[in-house]
Each structure stands twice: as structure tokens, then as C-alpha cells.
């Protein structure tokens, strides 16, 4: 029998600031570019993997622009932009419904603590649903081959989750299994629902967690794919600072 590869490396980095996140809109699948800061977030990134030793065999996206260019700043800081990338919708932000392109201390104000927490942070609980035809998926060609039932109007984390899922056991888990080292540049809440299964998170610990912009955070692998120790951000402190900055938003 021959024996089994080692698992390669995930690296999941949520994209560099955004114009939303900078003006703290609701995004959701809204199509923002990033801000300068987050240009420059991309890039530090990939400084950070490179003097991590950490060097992306295959990398994974969104089809968000948030993602993509951030992707493509860190390969290209690591002279790496020739590697494959496939890019999903499946790794897309969580739909955030009818709170798409609302500012959030309007929301917060409007819907009082407890219910803007719940809507943000929550396994379960998605906000309302976006009135039909005003927000993506609707007349956007990227979706045009989504079939209906996987067009969303809102999604919990739990939704995200389910249609995260079959992408992980399809594309992330198979790259992993081959030893690769794997890039995955998503989105807050697309990541949280990751780490959440990864970490097998319950729900309270659902609710703490809050991804950083722009700073990697690596997993190591046991044979059969389960984190073999807690996943590693490459800056801890600065991720520590970020991630209660978002969380306070
Ligand atoms: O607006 C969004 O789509 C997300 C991420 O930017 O925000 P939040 O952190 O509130 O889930």
C-alpha cells in the first residue's frame, strides 16, 4: 500500500478593506472595490505568507471583485499570479437581504442591539429578504447560470454554510488531500461559516467570531482533514486588534 500524502496548508485571508466596510455599509453581494488601505492590506498579506515560507499551489475566490483583486495582489507580491485560480459564488459574502447597502448604525438604531447582533452574528437568524430585483443576484450576469433555487433574497451563516459546503468537499478538501498549499480570499461571514465547521464551533462561539481584513490565518491538517492544532493568524496581535474592531462596528 502506498502511503498517503500529507495534507497541504489552507490559508483563508478575507479581502483587504473594502469602500463599504471603510463607509460601514451593509455589503452582502453588492460588488465594492477596495479602498488604498485595502490594496495595501492585499499586499502585506502576501508579504506575510512570503516570509511565512508559505507559498500557494492553488488559490480560490469569490466572484466578488473584493476577493479577486485581493487574490491577485497577493500572488503578484509573491511573484506567484500564474498559479490556477477558480472562483466561486459559493465563497461569496452571506446575502445580507433587505439590510444590502444600509449603513449600519442606521440598521442598529432602527432595529435596536439585540436584533442587529442576531442579524449580524447569528447561526440561525437571517435578516428580512431583499425586495426582488433590488439587489444582486438580480440582472447580474455573473449569477446567469444560478438556477432559481440557489438565488438568494438573505441567507443566515447557516445558509452559508450549506452552500459553502459541497465547495470544501468538492475543490478546497480534494487540493488539501494532494498536498497542496491551498489560498482561499472570501469574506467575513463566508469564512466565519468555514471556520465554523472547521473548528466545529457551536453556536455561541459562532456568535464571538469575527474575521480580520487582510490577515492570513493558516491551517495544519491531521491525515482525515480536521485541524491538527488551532489554526495560526501569521500577525496574532494585529488580528486580535481588527477582529474587536469588527466586531464593534
Ligand atoms: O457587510 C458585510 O457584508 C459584512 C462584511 O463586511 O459585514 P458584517 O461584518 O457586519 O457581517
Sequence with gaps: MTPRQPPGVLVLLRHGQST??????????????????GRAEALAAGRLLGAAGLLPDVAHTS????????ADLVLSALGRDWIPVRRT???????YGALTGRRKAEV???????????????LDVAPPPAVPGTAPPAGDPRYAGL??????????LADVQARLLPYWAD???????????VLVVAHGNSLRALVAHLDALPPEQVAALNIPTGIPLRYRFTPDLRPAEPAQYLDPEAATRAAEAVAHQ
Design 20 to 37: 463599504a466596510n471603510a463607509g460601514g455599509v451593509f455589503t452582502g453581494w453588492i460588488d465594492v472595490p477596495l479602498t488604498p488601505d
Design 89 to 95: 459564488w459559493r465563497l461569496n459574502e452571506r446575502h
Design 108 to 122: 442598529r438604531a432602527e432595529a435596536g442591539e439585540e436584533r442587529y447582533a442576531l442579524w449580524r452574528r447569528s
Design 171 to 181: 475543490h478546497l478538501a480534494p487540493d488539501l488531500a494532494r498536498g497542496r498549499t
Design 63 to 70: 466572484v466578488l471583485r473584493r476577493s479577486i483583486v485581493s
Design 147 to 156: 438556477p432559481p433555487d440557489a438565488r438568494p433574497a438573505t441567507e443566515s
